[in-house]
């Protein structure tokens, strides 16, 4: 317990100093050349992919951004992927359609379409009690569901509840977990907060807690399951748990700010590679937009991979005991805006998405029913604000779908 606090204590000195630190940030270059890397572009949708790309060009400089990379798909088609920019500024390495991020919580979502998957197998039951059930997680004082786990009013702690152990691993992303069940060390000496479905908290706990169900259920480690489930049945081949020793993405990750950059660091000192092992289905996944798109189709349009029955099911923004929808409409590891209002486009839209922040990236996957659309987007950059990049998200959707 000394030594953690000891170390705890000592990356607070170190944060606090290198967020005052005047050399560690760098201003955007106003002159630099944006260099962009095409991957797909169907001509069928050229008058839209042009002004949508002619657009896209400008994101970088306009947003002080090191790149942005898109992927768009149509009816279970990719029909357009492009990106700008840079993976290494100082090395002016150019972003290519193959460069990866960091997805954070958009982890989530593509944790939800494996448990879907598993769910048309007969493998889950959403109404399950769970309390007791998990290995390495102890019984706890209410019983709790798997719609609970993936509508967060289960009732668990949130990062600056964990006890100091769990702090330890989530703070200094040092430590290699090797697998789910294993990484519940974090959070199983931590009580529920509130009983079951009375209350709506975000947190991404309970998709940790969730991969160690389904590692226990299917008796499959959570990296293997969701290769062999997701990611090789899809052909996202850029696609994989963030291990460290494993494969390690060559993109640069950075902090913006004030029209200027600074490279990625855990806790503004340490190492620019930190091990998410700890949380693989919560915010844990390397990928790229052609290959969330891949997905998203999938779990939108191919009614063979998922059944309309169970697409439904698992984006209705779920209702808590009193009959009120939680005050983010999510539903199971997505949100679900039914009638949202959006500037870029002509009418009010339909999106079920997620977005992730995580370590000088952040990543945005929409998906648009109505008309069979599916965007993604990434940056490897934190500006501090998500709202840049779901307005160049939807920007570059609206070239689509106000033409469609």
Known sequence: MKRILLFLSFITILFLASRCSPLAWKKFR??????????????????QITKASQYLATIPNNAK???????????????????????????????????????????KAVTSVLTVRLHQKGLIDLEKNLNGEIENYPEKAYDYTTRNLMSHTAGLADYDQLRMRGLYYTLCNCHTFESATESL????????????????????????????????????????LIDQELFDQLGMENTYPDRVNDQVPSTVFYDTKNQKYKKFRTLGAFSAKPNLSYKWAGGG???????????????????????????????????LNNGEMNEQAYA??????????????DENIEIIHHGGV?????????????HDFVINAS??????????LWNETMRLAAFFINDF
């Open 65 to 107: 951004l090191p790149s942005f990379s898109v992927a768009v798909g149509h009816k279970g088609k990719v029909i357009w992927s492009e990106a700008v920019g840079f993976e290494d500024i100082k090395k002016e390495v150019p972003a290519t359609v193959k460069t990866q991020y960091r997805i954070g919580s958009t982890s």
């Open 185 to 224: 060390r974090v959070l199983n000496n931590v009580d529920l907060n509130y009983e079951p479905n009375t209350e709506y908290a975000y947190t991404s706990m309970d998709f940790i807690l969730l991969s160690a169900y389904l590692e226990q259920l299917t008796e499959t480690n959570f990296a293997e």
């Open 285 to 319: 996944i390397i990928s790229t937009p052609s290959d969330l798109v891949k997905l998203g189709n999938a779990f939108l349009t191919d009614t063979s991979f998922v059944s309309k029955e169970i697409f439904e099911l698992y984006t209705e923004p779920q209702l």
């Open 332 to 345: 199971l590891g997505w949100r679900h805006y039914k009638d949202h209002e959006e500037q870029a486009f």
């Open 30 to 47: 106003e002159d630099r050349v944006v260099s962009n890397d095409v991957g797909i572009a169907e001509k069928a949708y050229s008058r």
């Open 379 to 388: 940056i490897n950059a934190d500006p501090g604000e998500f709202s840049v």
């Open 358 to 370: 995580s370590k000088g990236s952040m990543n945005f996957l929409v998906l648009f029913p109505k």
